[in-house]
């Protein structure tokens, strides 16, 4: 029993795990120009920033694709997330209907996992000297995190592609270049000595 205990005693277990629902997605800024009509008419609230929406169109998606689906390729061509016909934009000289945020206009869940593991050793008697190795992992499960995609403007912010075909830009293109978003797993070995 004695070599039992010497194995499993002085261990350390942590981790820290926040899960929660992902980012909410803004709804595109209308193009209607309401907001430079009204300071024409010597409006106070000319603070910059004002804008109307675009309105929601009922019954269409706001997405092609599920954002948790684990199957968006942001390198493909049919690769855009968001769904252009689900908006319309405001009619001229009005505000919209719209709401800036949907509760269900999010985009992926991002949970986030960070464990540790580690262990005092004693190294002199009555624990005066000891040796504490600790590991630290954050992203454990190495989840795939990907870059909010482009909200902005559906009916001029046309697809772009790269000579190899992959694409640039659009609505509802996720950024994958230079690594956006991305969040791969890392770890890290502590050491202290306490005396």
């Known amino acids: 029993m004695k070599l039992l205990s010497g194995v499993v005693h002085d261990w350390t277990i ?6 929660q629902s ?3 997605i803004r709804v595109p800024a209308s193009n209607n120009g309401l907001f430079t009509q009204l300071t024409r008419a010597n409006n106070p609230a000319t603070f910059g920033g ?3 929406y675009w309105n929601r169109v009922p019954g ?15 390198t493909d061509p049919n690769g855009l997330v968001l769904n252009k016909t689900a908006w ?4 001229p000289g009005q505000f919209s209907q719209t709401a800036p945020y949907y509760d269900d206009y999010r985009w992926q869940r991002q949970p986030s996992e960070a464990l ?3 262990r005092d050793f004693h190294l002199a008697s009555e624990n005066k000297v000891t040796l504490n190795v600790r ?12 870059s909010s995609p ?9 697809t772009t592609a790269a000579s190899t075909g992959y694409v640039t830009g659009g609505y509802g293109f996720v950024n994958y270049i230079n690594g956006a978003g991305a969040r791969p797993r890392t770890g890290q070995i502590v050491a202290r000595l306490r005396f």
Do not use: M
């Open 135 to 146: 590991a630290e992992f954050q992203n454990v499960f190495n989840r795939l995190f990907l």
């Open 60 to 74: 269409q998606p706001f997405f092609l694709k599920d954002p948790n689906c684990h199957c968006i390729n942001p």
């Open 150 to 158: 482009t909200a902005t403007n559906p009916a001029a912010n046309t």
């Open 116 to 118: 540790s593991v580690g």
């Open 88 to 91: 319309q934009d405001a009619l």
């Open 14 to 19: 942590g981790g820290v795990l926040r899960y």
């Open 50 to 52: 004002a804008t109307t």
């Open 22 to 24: 992902g980012d909410l």
